[in-house]
Protein backbone atom coordinates (compact mmCIF):
# COMPACT_ATOMS: atom_id res chain seq x y z
CA UNK A 1 0.00 0.00 0.00
CA UNK A 2 1.16 3.21 -0.66
CA UNK A 3 -0.08 7.12 0.24
CA UNK A 4 -0.44 7.33 -3.69
CA UNK A 5 -2.89 5.85 -5.34
CA UNK A 6 -2.41 5.22 -9.32
CA UNK A 7 -5.51 2.97 -11.24
CA UNK A 8 -3.51 -0.44 -11.74
CA UNK A 9 -4.24 -0.60 -15.28
CA UNK A 10 -4.74 1.73 -18.40
CA UNK A 11 -5.19 0.63 -22.27
CA UNK A 12 -5.47 2.59 -25.37
CA UNK A 13 -4.78 1.75 -29.24
CA UNK A 14 -1.38 2.44 -31.17
CA UNK A 15 -1.45 6.31 -32.01
CA UNK A 16 -4.17 7.25 -29.44
CA UNK A 17 -3.70 8.69 -25.92
CA UNK A 18 -3.66 7.63 -22.06
CA UNK A 19 -3.65 9.36 -19.11
CA UNK A 20 -2.48 7.74 -16.03
CA UNK A 21 -3.63 9.86 -12.75
CA UNK A 22 -1.92 9.93 -9.21
CA UNK A 23 -3.28 10.88 -6.17
CA UNK A 24 -2.05 12.17 -2.98
CA UNK A 25 -2.66 14.72 0.13
CA UNK A 26 -0.96 17.75 0.87
CA UNK A 27 1.68 16.46 2.80
CA UNK A 28 3.16 15.27 -0.74
CA UNK A 29 1.30 16.10 -3.99
CA UNK A 30 0.02 19.25 -2.70
CA UNK A 31 2.87 20.71 -1.17
CA UNK A 32 6.21 18.90 -3.43
CA UNK A 33 6.70 18.48 -6.81
CA UNK A 34 5.81 15.13 -8.53
CA UNK A 35 8.00 12.70 -11.20
CA UNK A 36 6.66 10.13 -13.72
CA UNK A 37 9.27 6.92 -14.12
CA UNK A 38 8.77 4.50 -16.68
CA UNK A 39 10.22 0.57 -16.23
CA UNK A 40 10.05 -1.26 -18.88
CA UNK A 41 10.04 -4.74 -18.28
CA UNK A 42 13.67 -6.22 -17.37
CA UNK A 43 15.19 -3.06 -17.28
CA UNK A 44 16.17 0.06 -14.23
CA UNK A 45 13.19 2.73 -14.18
CA UNK A 46 13.57 6.07 -16.40
CA UNK A 47 12.51 9.36 -15.73
CA UNK A 48 9.92 10.62 -17.98
CA UNK A 49 8.92 13.76 -16.50
CA UNK A 50 10.23 15.92 -13.11
CA UNK A 51 8.74 18.67 -11.12
CA UNK A 52 5.07 18.23 -12.62
CA UNK A 53 5.70 19.09 -15.63
CA UNK A 54 9.10 19.18 -17.08
CA UNK A 55 10.75 16.76 -19.62
CA UNK A 56 14.61 15.69 -20.10
CA UNK A 57 16.07 16.41 -23.15
CA UNK A 58 15.87 12.87 -24.37
CA UNK A 59 12.38 12.39 -23.65
CA UNK A 60 10.13 12.95 -26.28
CA UNK A 61 7.19 15.39 -26.36
CA UNK A 62 4.74 12.69 -26.42
CA UNK A 63 5.07 12.80 -22.79
CA UNK A 64 3.31 15.40 -20.49
CA UNK A 65 3.06 16.02 -16.60
CA UNK A 66 0.82 18.36 -14.81
CA UNK A 67 -0.78 18.99 -11.71
CA UNK A 68 -3.70 20.08 -9.68
CA UNK A 69 -3.81 20.22 -6.13
CA UNK A 70 -3.51 17.09 -4.22
CA UNK A 71 -3.76 14.98 -7.88
CA UNK A 72 -1.03 14.86 -10.87
CA UNK A 73 -1.87 13.20 -14.78
CA UNK A 74 1.12 11.85 -16.67
CA UNK A 75 -0.57 11.95 -20.80
CA UNK A 76 1.11 9.93 -23.65
CA UNK A 77 -0.32 10.62 -27.20
CA UNK A 78 0.84 9.01 -30.42
CA UNK A 79 1.03 5.47 -28.09
CA UNK A 80 3.11 2.92 -29.71
CA UNK A 81 3.97 -0.60 -28.55
CA UNK A 82 7.27 0.36 -27.07
CA UNK A 83 5.26 2.22 -24.43
CA UNK A 84 3.75 -0.94 -23.12
CA UNK A 85 5.07 -0.78 -19.57
CA UNK A 86 5.01 0.37 -15.61
CA UNK A 87 4.53 3.80 -14.61
CA UNK A 88 4.84 5.49 -11.25
CA UNK A 89 4.38 9.04 -9.87
CA UNK A 90 6.86 9.87 -7.23
CA UNK A 91 7.07 12.97 -4.68
CA UNK A 92 8.33 13.87 -1.60
CA UNK A 93 6.00 13.41 1.63
CA UNK A 94 6.49 16.24 4.37
CA UNK A 95 4.44 14.14 6.93
CA UNK A 96 6.73 10.51 6.55
CA UNK A 97 9.96 12.63 5.62
CA UNK A 98 10.38 10.15 2.82
CA UNK A 99 10.47 9.65 -0.80
CA UNK A 100 7.31 7.78 -1.90
CA UNK A 101 5.96 5.63 -4.48
CA UNK A 102 2.39 5.03 -6.12
CA UNK A 103 2.25 1.39 -6.44
CA UNK A 104 2.41 1.88 -10.43
CA UNK A 105 0.18 1.49 -13.91
CA UNK A 106 0.25 -0.91 -16.19
CA UNK A 107 0.21 0.42 -19.52
CA UNK A 108 -1.12 -1.92 -22.62
CA UNK A 109 -1.22 -1.33 -25.97
CA UNK A 110 -3.86 -3.04 -27.81
CA UNK B 1 27.56 10.84 -19.25
CA UNK B 2 26.05 9.79 -15.92
CA UNK B 3 26.36 6.32 -14.79
CA UNK B 4 25.56 4.39 -11.72
CA UNK B 5 26.99 0.68 -11.84
CA UNK B 6 26.48 -1.45 -9.12
CA UNK B 7 27.48 -4.81 -7.51
CA UNK B 8 26.50 -8.36 -8.57
CA UNK B 9 23.39 -9.98 -6.96
CA UNK B 10 23.68 -11.56 -4.02
CA UNK B 11 22.13 -14.15 -2.05
CA UNK B 12 21.73 -14.77 1.69
CA UNK B 13 20.70 -16.60 4.61
CA UNK B 14 18.10 -15.16 6.95
CA UNK B 15 20.08 -12.50 9.89
CA UNK B 16 22.98 -11.91 8.06
CA UNK B 17 24.14 -8.63 6.03
CA UNK B 18 24.59 -7.63 2.50
CA UNK B 19 26.67 -4.68 1.58
CA UNK B 20 25.68 -3.25 -2.29
CA UNK B 21 27.99 -0.91 -4.23
CA UNK B 22 27.18 1.68 -6.41
CA UNK B 23 30.38 3.57 -8.68
CA UNK B 24 29.16 6.56 -10.07
CA UNK B 25 30.56 8.73 -12.86
CA UNK B 26 29.72 11.31 -15.18
CA UNK B 27 28.78 14.12 -12.61
CA UNK B 28 30.16 15.79 -9.64
CA UNK B 29 30.18 13.86 -6.79
CA UNK B 30 29.66 16.01 -4.06
CA UNK B 31 26.80 18.00 -5.88
CA UNK B 32 24.22 15.17 -5.85
CA UNK B 33 23.42 12.78 -3.24
CA UNK B 34 22.96 8.58 -4.09
CA UNK B 35 19.18 6.82 -2.83
CA UNK B 36 18.60 3.29 -2.81
CA UNK B 37 15.16 1.94 -3.69
CA UNK B 38 14.12 -1.21 -4.01
CA UNK B 39 11.58 -3.61 -5.61
CA UNK B 40 9.61 -6.58 -4.39
CA UNK B 41 8.58 -9.36 -6.49
CA UNK B 42 5.40 -8.53 -7.57
CA UNK B 43 5.35 -5.46 -5.44
CA UNK B 44 6.20 -1.27 -6.58
CA UNK B 45 9.11 0.62 -6.17
CA UNK B 46 10.03 1.63 -2.26
CA UNK B 47 11.97 4.27 -1.64
CA UNK B 48 14.95 3.14 1.23
CA UNK B 49 16.88 6.33 1.97
CA UNK B 50 19.06 8.96 0.52
CA UNK B 51 22.86 9.88 1.27
CA UNK B 52 24.63 13.39 0.55
CA UNK B 53 27.42 13.38 -1.35
CA UNK B 54 28.64 16.10 0.24
CA UNK B 55 28.56 15.62 4.03
CA UNK B 56 27.14 12.19 4.00
CA UNK B 57 24.16 13.84 5.87
CA UNK B 58 21.40 10.70 4.97
CA UNK B 59 17.88 10.38 5.31
CA UNK B 60 16.23 7.08 5.87
CA UNK B 61 12.41 5.80 5.38
CA UNK B 62 11.10 4.92 9.05
CA UNK B 63 10.76 0.95 8.49
CA UNK B 64 14.46 0.80 7.46
CA UNK B 65 15.84 2.89 10.61
CA UNK B 66 17.80 0.54 12.29
CA UNK B 67 18.62 -1.60 9.90
CA UNK B 68 19.82 0.48 6.83
CA UNK B 69 23.78 2.12 6.56
CA UNK B 70 24.26 4.19 3.85
CA UNK B 71 27.94 5.49 3.35
CA UNK B 72 30.05 7.25 0.62
CA UNK B 73 33.48 6.89 -0.66
CA UNK B 74 34.32 10.39 -2.43
CA UNK B 75 37.98 9.51 -3.63
CA UNK B 76 36.13 6.57 -5.86
CA UNK B 77 32.84 8.28 -6.49
CA UNK B 78 31.02 5.24 -4.66
CA UNK B 79 28.18 4.87 -2.74
CA UNK B 80 27.42 2.12 -0.36
CA UNK B 81 23.89 0.24 1.39
CA UNK B 82 23.98 -1.87 3.76
CA UNK B 83 21.15 -4.08 5.29
CA UNK B 84 21.75 -5.97 8.18
CA UNK B 85 19.15 -8.67 9.76
CA UNK B 86 18.04 -10.05 6.52
CA UNK B 87 14.50 -11.32 6.32
CA UNK B 88 13.27 -13.50 3.39
CA UNK B 89 10.77 -10.58 2.45
CA UNK B 90 13.99 -8.62 1.49
CA UNK B 91 14.34 -10.33 -1.19
CA UNK B 92 14.22 -7.45 -4.08
CA UNK B 93 16.14 -5.74 -6.91
CA UNK B 94 17.72 -3.08 -5.33
CA UNK B 95 18.58 0.13 -7.94
CA UNK B 96 20.98 3.22 -6.54
CA UNK B 97 19.78 6.84 -8.36
CA UNK B 98 21.32 9.64 -8.57
CA UNK B 99 19.00 12.19 -6.45
CA UNK B 100 18.89 16.19 -4.91
CA UNK B 101 17.85 16.72 -2.07
CA UNK B 102 17.69 19.78 0.10
CA UNK B 103 17.08 20.07 4.06
CA UNK B 104 13.86 20.38 3.64
CA UNK B 105 12.99 17.51 0.79
CA UNK B 106 14.11 15.42 -2.05
CA UNK B 107 13.41 15.72 -5.34
CA UNK B 108 13.38 12.34 -6.91
CA UNK B 109 15.91 10.44 -8.60
CA UNK B 110 16.28 11.05 -12.37
CA UNK B 111 19.65 8.50 -13.29
CA UNK B 112 19.19 5.07 -11.87
CA UNK B 113 21.91 1.99 -11.72
CA UNK B 114 20.59 -1.16 -13.49
CA UNK B 115 20.25 -3.00 -10.08
CA UNK B 116 21.65 -6.11 -7.65
CA UNK B 117 19.10 -8.96 -6.59
CA UNK B 118 19.38 -9.55 -3.80
CA UNK B 119 17.49 -12.89 -2.41
CA UNK B 120 17.52 -14.17 0.92
CA UNK B 121 17.26 -17.97 1.73
CA UNK B 122 17.64 -20.91 3.66
Known amino acids: QSVLTQPPSVSAAPGQKVTVSCSGASSNIGSHFVSWYRRLPGTAPQLLIYEDNKRPSWIPDRFSGSKSGTSATLGITGLQTGDEADYYCGVWDGSLSAYVFATGTEVTVL | QVQLVQSGAEVMQPGASVKVSCKTS????????VSWVRQAPGQGLEWMGW????????QHAQRFQGRLTLTTDTPTTTAYMELRSLRSDDTAMYYC???????????????WGRGTQLTVSS
Open chain 2, 51 to 58: INGYNGNT
Open chain 2, 97 to 111: AREFCDPARCFGPDF
Open chain 2, 26 to 33: GYTFTNYG
